[in-house]
């Protein structure tokens, strides 16, 4: 056992030290600058959107059509000294807090707030990002109300108006789930920018002929695994490297801290994120894998080429699976992609953002890495039979060849 | 299975895709000796060898290094040079042997001392930190050879080590390969020039057709074939081939004929007697080469039955 693990290091500290001492590895590492140069284009056209949405928020003052004259009357005034967003006065409809609840899910622009209710009675809804659009409208309504009569004492209040915080439809849930969505984003978005490279892992190895030297001197199941380690040697350093950059970068907007602080997952912060450093590593190792033991058994770059589709599409495949997962926490499909061995990574990545439990993560864990064992063992074992030993076939192997020709 | 064997292999064989690759070889190869497997292209030589050291799985026969049956698991003590030269073309030579090293179980900052000595007794120090791309093809040949060494193996096998090589190169690796008996190792290899086996085998087998066709010393080997007289008269005459065996071919001044039975003195007397003379005779054993093509070619004949 320690030997294996020795010499599945040997190949490990290989690969990793061959891939890295390369300018190559340059351009790779620093590749995401170009992505991100193309993001921050992108962003500019994004903000301009997101204050055209500014624009588009409303307030909205559920008012009789009596009141309405004196309540414009004291926005025009008000909105001198202030700059709310746009009032909108709708007639009633009888429906009270009804309606203003369906005011909400007005499809243009951003309900900041809606008031209902006779003006000295006053109810507030506050969809969130109104609390000083709450304010407006009660000043609103006293304002209005003090136009119609005189001789209010300078203290006095005529109206008082209650603001109640408006539902969404169980926000907290579905933040979690965007949280659990975004996890199995992430976990899938690093597999499918690093692991794909095992296609062609054992293609420099087959090319140059060191693969007799390996095969005899070390059980291919380490070889596999040896460079399946080296690789994730390198995507580690790749996710560390833009990691700290991206942490850096965070710290200098104190607001995205905030909506993380927000939206925690049900797990717990700490235990999220460790799950998912665990689940991407065990994505890394097992859809690399896969694709080592479907790369080793392609005898031309031009067929590991052709691989690179057939790959990337399992992997939307999978990505689809456990984003469906993430949004339908706790349903059949969700279950059956937290089981489905080359899914659960994603899935389960996702899981803790609904489900306060840790036994499930260890169950998937140990799951997860049974299965890394076995595909390695299986392509393995399709190496040892289909590319070191036939000699038939009309595939051109490279030891077959050998084989029968040679002897 | 204390004995003295380095390998013991017993009916090994080797099917591809229903040709019998190797077909029921044994070997016996006893420690501390230079071992020859002799054999034709094709002959199977290359898949009995990766069978010895567990690349292969023998589809029949059972095989022992140093007494295990698994040949993987006392793969720290072998060294392997496959005919199918390989290195990784951006390492550099000392990194190259400090790996095969390492995947022997040497440690690498060792490995990286001992290749550092290798290479230079190999003159090849100059190059210990070019890069393996940068080397000739014979050059990197050796680089590989030192790697499969480096780890100081009991039991090196090496296919083919020979091909690629000028004669210079040739001429040091048999000194090496005899330098690495001294240190104590046994040396199996593979190859078809009859030379190095002639000069360096200490015991051979010869593979022709899957099968095991001779087993024995060099000596042996040859003593299949009958010794062979060269005589050159002193004076050549019109009668003289009449007086010499029925085989006698005219060689060069003289005639060529296998030694007869009763040997070559009655030969001499008739030809003495008939006043021809002797100028030269010389009986000799015919090479590994002759030995070689004969036991192949009596193999070929009896596969063709």
Not at chain 1, 63 to 77: L, Q, S, T
Not at chain 1, 86 to 102: E, H, I, Y
Not at chain 2, 11 to 19: C, D, E, P, T, Y
Not at chain 2, 276 to 299: C, Q, T
Request: charged share 20%.
């Amino acid at each position: 056992m320690k030997r294996l693990v020795r010499q599945t290091l040997v190949i490990a500290r290989r690969d990793f030290i061959a891939t890295v001492a390369t300018p190559t590895f340059l351009l790779f590492l620093l590749a995401p600058f170009f992505m991100i140069a193309f993001g921050v284009v992108g962003s500019l056209g994004a903000s301009q959107l997101a204050s055209g949405a500014a624009d588009k928020a409303v307030i909205l003052f559920i008012a009789d059509p009596r009141d309405a004259p004196a309540i414009m009357g004291a926005d025009a005034e008000l909105r001198k000294s202030f700059s709310p967003a746009k009032l909108v006065v709708v007639a009633p409809d009888g429906r009270g807090a009804a309606q203003a609840r369906d005011l909400f899910g007005r499809e243009e622009g951003d309900v900041y707030a809606v008031a209902f209710g006779p003006l000295d009675r006053l109810t507030v809804l506050n969809g969130g990002k109104g609390e000083r659009a709450a304010a407006y409208l009660t000043e609103l309504a006293e304002r209005a109300l003090r136009a119609g009569r005189a001789g209010v004492a300078p203290g006095e209040r005529l109206s008082r108006a209650t603001v109640i915080p408006f539902q969404r439809a169980a926000p907290s849930q579905s933040g979690r789930q965007g949280i659990g969505y975004a996890a199995v984003f992430v976990v899938f978005f690093l597999t499918l920018l690093l692991a794909g490279q095992a296609v062609g892992m054992l293609a420099e190895e087959k090319s140059n002929k060191v693969i007799e030297i390996l095969a005899a001197a070390v059980p291919l199941e380490s070889v596999f695994l040896g460079k399946l380690i080296g690789m994730f040697g390198v995507a580690l350093l790749f996710v560390c490297f833009w990691g700290v950059l991206a942490t850096q970068g965070l710290s200098l907007m104190p607001s995205h801290g905030m909506t993380l602080a927000n939206t925690r997952p049900a797990i717990g912060l700490v235990p999220f994120f460790l799950f998912g450093a665990a689940y991407f590593t065990m994505a890394y190792l097992l859809l690399g894998a896969v694709f080592l033991g479907v790369g080793a058994q392609a005898s031309t770059v031009r067929e590991i080429q052709m691989l690179s589709l057939p790959i990337t599409i399992f992997q939307v495949a999978m990505f689809g699976l456990s984003s469906t997962a993430a949004s339908q926490p706790g349903t059949t499909i969700a279950l059956f992609a937290e089981i489905f061995p080359f899914s659960s990574p994603f899935a389960m990545a996702g899981h803790g953002a609904t489900d306060p439990r840790i036994w499930p993560h260890a169950l998937a864990l140990v799951w997860q890495l049974f299965w890394v064992a076995l595909t390695i063992t299986v392509a393995a074992r399709m190496f040892r039979r289909g590319v070191l030993k036939s000699g038939s076939g009309g595939m051109k192997r490279l030891f077959g060849r050998k084989g029968t020709a040679e002897g | 299975m204390g004995d003295d064997l380095a390998v013991r292999a017993t009916g090994l064989s080797k099917l591809f895709g229903g040709r019998r690759a190797v077909d029921g070889v044994d070997l016996e190869v006893p420690m501390g000796m230079i071992y020859g497997v002799l054999g034709p292209n094709g002959a199977g030589k290359t898949t009995t060898l990766r069978m010895l050291l567990g690349i292969l799985e023998p589809d029949r026969g059972s095989r022992m290094i140093f007494g295990n049956p698994n040949p993987r698991a006392v793969g720290d003590r072998i060294g392997y040079l496959p005919e199918e030269r390989g290195l990784y073309p951006a390492m550099k030579c000392r990194e190259a042997i400090a790996f095969m090293g390492a995947l022997r179980g040497l440690d690498w900052q060792e490995g990286r001392k001992r290749a550092g000595d290798l290479l230079e007794s190999a003159r090849l120090g100059h190059a210990t930190d070019d890069k393996i791309r940068k080397l000739s093809k014979g050059m990197a040949q050796l680089v590989q050879l030192l790697g499969s060494i480096v780890h100081k193996p009991d039991l090196i096998v090496l296919d083919e080590p020979f091909s690629g090589l000028d004669p210079v190169n040739q001429e040091r690796l048999e000194a090496l390969i005899r330098s690495e008996q001294a240190r104590g190792a046994t040396i199996l290899f593979s190859t078809h020039v009859m030379a190095h086996a002639e000069r360096l085998c200490d015991r051979l087998a010869i593979i022709a057709g899957g099968k095991r066709r001779f087993e024995g010393t060099v000596a042996e080997a040859r003593a299949e074939l009958p010794m062979h007289a060269l005589y050159v008269p002193r004076s050549d005459g019109p009668g003289l081939s009449a007086l010499l065996p029925a085989d006698a071919a005219p060689a060069g001044e003289g005639w060529r004929f296998l030694l007869p039975e009763d040997g070559i003195e009655p030969v001499l007397q008739r030809v003495m007697a008939a006043g021809h003379g002797i100028a030269g005779l010389s009986l000799e054993r015919p090479g590994l080469h002759d030995a070689f093509v004969r036991i192949v070619g009596k193999a070929a004949m009896g596969d063709m039955e």
